[in-house]
């Protein structure tokens, strides 16, 4: 399905869920004065049009998230809007299922009329539907705290791996990793500069990106060069693009339009100062010693493209002692690189954004993201391989994060 049929779906499913929530309103409000049930009864309509209508003329015109307003605004308040009343409408379906129940009973099982007792609170129905409206302010509290608080709200995560064939003189070598930047859905310069002043705190030998740059376009990027321009690190920045760095969610005006949008990003991470590794190696030696940096352009499963030649990439690179790969996608981790390069020892990959939704508290962590993805935020070993997962820096289409917060990774590399 296309990312405008499922738009289109999205609208269609919301305003299904408005005429049902529609109905708690009027037994909430049948009780009030005509007039003043008829201004709440145009205010839930209006806020609805003011909502819908904007976005479904985005999808006419085939907008989308190349524009900036549609990105922002428009989609988050659209997707928290409609969040808020599916909270609304499953109450609203337990009631009716209760009720619905109840009437099933009564057929099956006829009981005597009596005299009943009289009422000394609201039933049942109304408490379920007076509880349906509140409960449209959990989720719209929560995410706008996710994009308030959560989405700069940058977290510094260290770990250690241990690997048998380090050369010495790499021992103890800090790798710092950023992915998935996003830079188009950036609200947030002076936080987003924050971050990088984090990163480079850290005081990393070596940085890696993997992956999504941008959005959809390159020139995304151009109010912060001046941002990540920064990071710098003694042994080098070494990047590679992502599912969104190819410009392929966009209709373009012609097959050249989209490749000089190629070309513009991949002159970005040069005017950055990044070693753009397209299905390429380096050789990094201190002394005597090498350590091999292998990048590859995005591969992954699930209908995401497989631009990444892992044979080309890793040609040359036999008789280094250890080799790291970077690959945005880590579905890429399971499908080839384990089964066909066993000589890989950790591959570093971003791409799930941890689902920027999820619970992690101490070892335990949950987001909704785990069901497409097996390995989705940090590290992962299988045998004497190592995969790890950057929950990114930035985010995309929900401008924000809850409980899964934007990662800067710091690995060090021990000799076993």
């Known amino acids: ?163 048998p064939h380090l050369p010495s003189a790499f021992h103890g070598l800090r790798i710092g990793q950023l992915s998935d930047i996003h830079s188009g859905s950036f609200f947030n310069k002076t936080a987003v500069k924050r971050g990088v002043a984090m990163l480079l705190g850290e005081k990393s030998d070596l940085i890696f990106f993997t992956g999504d740059l941008v959005n959809n376009t390159a020139d995304e990027l151009n109010a912060y060069i001046d941002v990540f321009d920064k990071v710098k690190a003694p042994l080098g920045v070494y990047s590679v693009l992502g599912n969104h760095d190819y410009g392929d969610y966009v209709h373009w005006a012609s097959r050249s339009a989209k490749e000089k949008n190629y070309q513009a990003m991949c002159a970005a991470h040069r005017q950055l100062g990044w070693h753009l590794l397209i299905n390429e190696h380096k050789i990094i030696c201190q002394g005597s010693d090498q350590l091999a940096v292998i990048g590859v352009e995005n591969w992954g499963t699930g209908g995401f493209p497989k631009y990444g030649r892992l044979d080309q990439a890793y040609c040359g690179t036999e008789d280094a002692p250890v080799k790291l790969l970077l690959s945005h996608d880590p579905s890429h981790w399971d499908a080839q690189i384990r089964p066909q390069y066993p000589h890989i020892d950790i591959t570093f990959s971003g791409h799930t954004h941890g689902g920027q939704l999820g619970i992690e508290v101490g070892s335990f962590k949950w987001s909704p993201v785990q069901y497409r993805y097996k390995q989705w935020a940090g590290l992962y070993q299988e045998g004497t391989q190592y995969l790890y997962v950057n929950r990114g820096y930035g985010y995309i289409g929900y401008p924000g994060r809850i409980g899964i917060l934007p990662e800067i990774t710091i690995m060090e590399l021990e000799k076993a």
């Open 1 to 163: 399905m296309g990312r405008y049929a499922l738009f289109a779906l999205l609208i269609v499913l919301s305003l299904l869920i408005d005429l049902y929530v529609y109905q708690g309103v009027r037994v909430l409000t049948v009780h009030l004065k005509p007039v003043t049930r008829e201004i709440i009864h145009w205010a839930y309509w209006s806020i609805t049009g003011l909502l819908v209508a904007p976005f479904l003329i985005s999808i006419v015109f085939g907008l989308g998230f190349q524009n900036v307003f549609f990105r922002r605004f428009l989609f988050p308040f659209f997707f928290i809007s409609f969040i808020a009343k599916l909270f609304a409408a499953l109450f609203l379906l337990l009631d009716d299922i209760v009720r619905a129940l109840r009437w099933t009973f009564r057929q099956a099982v006829p009981t005597p009329v009596s005299n009943p007792l009289p009422s000394t609170g609201i039933s049942r129905s109304t408490f379920l539907t007076r509880t349906a409206m509140i409960a449209t302010a959990v989720p719209v509290l929560t995410m706008g705290y996710g994009i308030i608080s959560g989405a700069h709200d940058y977290r510094v995560r260290k770990v250690k791996v241990k690997l």
